[in-house]
């Protein structure tokens, strides 16, 4: 800067910088003789980074490793051995990308608690269990985006476990058999057996795959906890991305935090590849959220037993070769009746062989 004025103080404020901290080699005033060749600085904020700053519990202050370090270690002394449980908290400045943290209680002979490659957070927090009077941080690459490639911390942490079980080796005489949870059981015929997602799951499903276009006459759900509300919808045979909405049970009007009932029944029919239950809200209980069915049922058209295959059917028109008669000839692909263009109301009357009592009925 060649700037001629006359002044007893300079100053020299500091806005901006393309790296990561100020720095000052030397500072001249010239007029014929350097006057701040002797002259006593003051900065507001001068290096005073010790290592003694990453546990001082101020989070203004920090260590910072010496710039273009190739690496750089931070050793701190508990003073006694500790047993530490999830208790160790690095805050960066600088993180360092590759580093490890080690453990020792006499000082000489370490043991490495755990390392990290990559690193680019800012917070490391370190949930191994340990007992130490030393601790080690060991740093060998800096952050890339650290012009200056410095190493910093803000704070270190380490806090003392004082539930001594954390980490031992625990043994019971009994314990829950997991293959009861899972989601076959949500169709083995055997309600002593339950299907239930991971407690806290709030939007589980489940699909039964019929592996073919199959009709559908109905469906039962036993629950062992039910939800707040579910809902069903099937595979369109048609197009397999589109799920058709069947029902949904679920909330209660009058008490919308109260569960389904035990057992749902539907009995309209529908032409399916897969059929879907989602579980829209689930309850929350004592032990969180848990959602658990102990069985379902699926009712296929026995189609065996087809009373009325073959039998007399008298309709009140037709179009064209469509006539009535291949309402009843089970052919479910080819064949079929049809009514006459802008017919509204017309009347099929089937000859059944006996009064007799029907289970299931599909019309399509």
């Known amino acids: 800067i060649v700037t001629w004025f006359v002044a007893r103080y300079v100053r020299v404020i500091f806005l901006s910088t393309e790296y990561a901290m100020f720095s000052v080699r030397k500072m001249s005033v010239f007029g014929g003789t350097n006057y701040a060749l002797t002259a006593t600085p003051v900065a507001v904020k001068s290096w005073n980074h010790s290592s003694a700053e990453v546990v001082d519990d101020d989070d203004d202050t920090f260590w910072v490793a010496e710039p273009l370090s190739t690496a750089a270690s931070l050793l701190i002394d508990l003073v006694d051995e500790y047993f530490i449980a999830g208790g160790v908290e690095i805050v960066w400045k600088f993180p360092a990308e590759n580093f490890e943290v080690l453990a020792s209680s006499d000082g000489d002979n370490y043991t490495q608690v755990v390392s990290f490659v990559g690193n680019l957070k800012n917070v490391t927090q370190i949930s191994n269990c340990f007992m130490a009077r030393y601790i080690s941080i060991r740093m060998t690459v800096p952050d890339r985006s650290n012009l200056d490639g410095a190493y910093g911390i803000y704070s270190v942490v380490v806090r003392f476990d004082g539930n001594l079980a954390h980490c031992k080796s625990i043994t019971a005489t009994h314990f829950i058999d997991s293959t009861m949870f899972l989601y076959p059981s949500a169709n083995d015929g055997d309600e002593s057996t339950i299907w239930m997602p991971y407690q806290g799951a709030t939007t589980p499903s489940l699909v039964w795959d019929m592996e073919q276009d199959q009709y559908i006459s109905g469906f039962e759900i036993t629950w062992r906890y039910p939800p707040i509300s579910f809902m069903v919808e099937y595979q369109d045979v048609d197009d397999l991305t589109n799920?058709?909405?069947?029902?949904?049970?679920?909330?209660?009007?009058?008490?919308?935090?109260?569960?389904?009932?035990?057992?749902?029944?539907?009995?309209?029919?529908?032409?399916?590849?897969?059929?879907?239950?989602?579980?829209?809200?689930?309850?929350?209980?004592?032990?969180?959220?848990?959602?658990?069915?102990?069985?379902?049922?699926?009712?296929?058209?026995?189609?065996?037993?087809?009373?009325?295959?073959?039998?007399?059917?008298?309709?009140?028109?037709?179009?064209?070769?469509?006539?009535?008669?291949?309402?009843?000839?089970?052919?479910?692909?080819?064949?079929?009746?049809?009514?006459?263009?802008?017919?509204?109301?017309?009347?099929?009357?089937?000859?059944?062989?006996?009064?007799?009592?029907?289970?299931?009925?599909?019309?399509?």
């Open 243 to 364: 799920w058709v909405f069947v029902n949904q049970w679920g909330p209660n009007e009058d008490s919308p935090e109260l569960p389904v009932d035990l057992a749902q029944e539907w009995r309209e029919g529908f032409l399916a590849r897969r059929m879907r239950i989602t579980i829209l809200e689930p309850v929350e209980h004592d032990e969180g959220l848990l959602i658990a069915m102990r069985d379902s049922i699926l009712h296929y058209p026995d189609r065996s037993d087809n009373i009325i295959l073959g039998q007399d059917v008298t309709v009140t028109n037709h179009y064209g070769e469509h006539i009535g008669s291949y309402i009843t000839d089970g052919n479910e692909r080819g064949t079929y009746w049809r009514a006459q263009a802008n017919d509204t109301s017309s009347t099929i009357l089937i000859q059944m062989p006996d009064i007799i009592q029907t289970s299931d009925t599909i019309v399509g």
